[in-house]
């Protein structure tokens, strides 16, 4: 019997691949995951015994859903089997692309859900977007627009005091208020004859977070009523700059669109020659608690003499895991940044601003609860020159060692008891492993509640569909390891499971800050 629901493709497609395959040949296909299965089992109900076919088809789904047969062993497999059982020979691709004429005939030939053809990717967005002002516009709440003004003076004022770090909490509004300052700043030099065009760099270490930044420059651009003259904002990142003729832009931008804002990685641009560039007039570097990295600091020190660099963060005082030297992170940054800007309107510590937002309705009151697992988690102490990939290894081996199952059995059993207590709970569980992120939602699905997995190997079209679904209610438990940290938008979260374990301040408030966005901001 499968876990899914009569009225979801996966249970017809578990049906169909139990038909089709051996319990054997299910379990080759699963892998790792049958074998931890196992072992959770072995912990709840006290038996040991090979899971069935049904867990074993069910497991194969959850791990992979709509991408299942894009493993071409898999397809092998399923060929050989229809062929066994009816003597039909099927065409098995040799390379699979979802959505396509091969992918449908395989699949419809297959007897499973057209949904395993996978889903195309969506149609992608030019490298270069032309924006026109305005349309409708939602204004700045009083403590974004002292945090715009300050912003404002450091971009207006001479080398070096010309450099900040930005900051407000996860869920506040950084991008929004940075963005705005941009507008009115860059509007500001054209319109007094300072500049004959203005060009901004945008630096964010993702993709979802570049394509984030886009999105808010085109919503601003397109809104606000003040505006009077065009964008044009360039993708340069991953294949984008491929199609990406800076050349033509450059030409565009001395005629019809004076404001050019080019959104990258910081490998992306650093990676640029910029013999023939016009004058860069400000660069903002997005999660700016990364800025003392090697590729920003040579950002910086190559264009910082005659641009602005403004940095934005929710964590402006990153601290060391270094005991002996738990603020070099924050002296670092200091240096590079030389000012902070804060909505002081709000209160002059960082906990009366966080309450001043609590009480405005823009972030939520979290409440939290600790769940006892009886594991102590230890870590050998760092040496003092500890660079950020040492940092990273405490994280893996933390992480190993929180990956057991009796760990995983009572995160599950206060995972259920929350959905039994708050029936419209929209829940956002961190695993310490993708296998753990998998288990989860396939042991979730098997206790007969919705839920689903993404990792960073889920394709981006198949992870954009069941986000869409879990902000939407179709699923209540969203499982992942550290895929959603970032770019990740889901202001009605109601719970965040913290069952990864980090020594990093900055990854922890990032990971808790997804279930922050308050009643004010849609949360």
């Known amino acids: 019997m499968t876990c899914f629901r009569p009225d979801e493709w996966q249970y017809a ?16 296909l699963v892998g790792d995951f049958e074998r931890t299965l196992r072992a959770d089992r072995r912990a709840e109900t006290g038996q040991d015994r090979p899971s069935n076919l049904a867990e074993l088809a069910d497991a194969l789904l959850i791990a992979h859903d709509v991408d299942l047969l894009a493993n071409k062993q898999l397809r092998k497999t399923l060929g050989n089997a229809i062929n066994s059982h009816s003597g039909e020979r099927i065409s098995n691709p040799k390379a699979w692309y979802p959505g396509k004429h091969a992918a449908h005939r395989f699949v419809a030939a297959a007897g499973l859900p057209v949904e395993l053809a ?6 992608r967005p030019g490298s270069l977007v032309r924006v026109a002002p305005p349309a409708a516009y939602r204004s700045l709440k009083t403590y974004q627009r002292e ?11 001479s080398a070096p005091d010309n450099r900040a770090m930005v900051s407000l909490p996860t869920g506040a509004g950084k991008t929004k208020v940075a963005v705005e300052c941009l507008h009115r700043w860059a509007h500001d030099l054209l319109e007094e004859g300072a500049a004959a065009h203005t060009v901004l760099v945008w630096l964010a270490h993702t993709e979802e977070l570049c394509e984030q930044a886009v999105e808010c420059f085109e919503d601003v651009w397109c809104s606000h009523p003040a505006g009077t003259i065009p964008l044009a904002v360039a993708r340069n990142w991953g294949s984008y700059r491929q199609s990406l003729n800076l050349e033509e832009i450059f030409d565009n931008l001395r005629t019809d669109n004076p404001i050019l804002v080019l959104v990258s990685t910081p490998q992306a641009f650093s990676n640029d020659s910029f013999e023939n560039w016009p004058a860069i007039n400000a660069i903002v570097i997005d999660e700016a608690h990364r800025a003392a990295a090697p590729t920003y600091k040579a950002i910086i020190a190559q264009h910082g003499t005659k641009a602005a660099v403004i940095g934005l963060t929710a964590t402006p005082d990153r601290r060391e895991f270094d005991q002996a030297q738990p603020l070099a992170g924050t002296e670092e940054l200091r240096a590079l940044f030389r000012n902070l800007v804060l909505p002081q309107q709000l209160g002059e510590e960082a906990a009366q601003r966080l309450e001043a937002l609590q009480q ?6 979290p409440v939290s609860r600790t769940v006892r697992t009886g594991l102590t988690l230890n870590v050998r102490e760092s040496p003092g020159d500890a660079d950020h990939q040492q940092v990273l290894n405490f994280d893996q081996e933390l992480q190993q060692a929180a990956d057991q199952t009796r760990r995983r059995r009572l995160v599950i059993e206060t995972l259920l008891q929350t959905l039994e207590e708050s029936p419209n709970a929209r829940v956002l569980y961190f695993g310490p492993s993708v296998l753990d992120a998998e288990l989860v939602a396939f042991m979730l699905r098997v206790k007969g509640r919705r839920a689903a997995a993404v990792s960073g190997s889920t394709r981006v079209a198949t992870r954009r569909s069941i986000i869409a679904d879990f902000k939407s209610g179709r699923i209540d438990v969203l499982c992942n390891c550290e895929v959603l940290t970032t770019g990740f938008d889901a ?4 719970h965040v499971f913290m069952a990864r374990p980090t020594i990093s301040q900055v990854l922890y408030e990032q990971m808790v800050g997804r279930g922050l966005r308050g009643p004010e901001f849609g949360g």
């Open 13 to 28: 497609a578990s049906e169909r691949l139990q038909d089709l395959l051996s319990a054997a040949q299910l379990r080759r």
């Open 118 to 123: 996978g889903r195309r990717s969506r149609e």
């Open 147 to 157: 945090v715009r003004d300050q912003m404002l003076a450091r971009l207006n004022a």
């Open 360 to 365: 405005m309705g823009v972030l939520s009151r």
């Open 491 to 494: 202001p009605t979260v109601t």
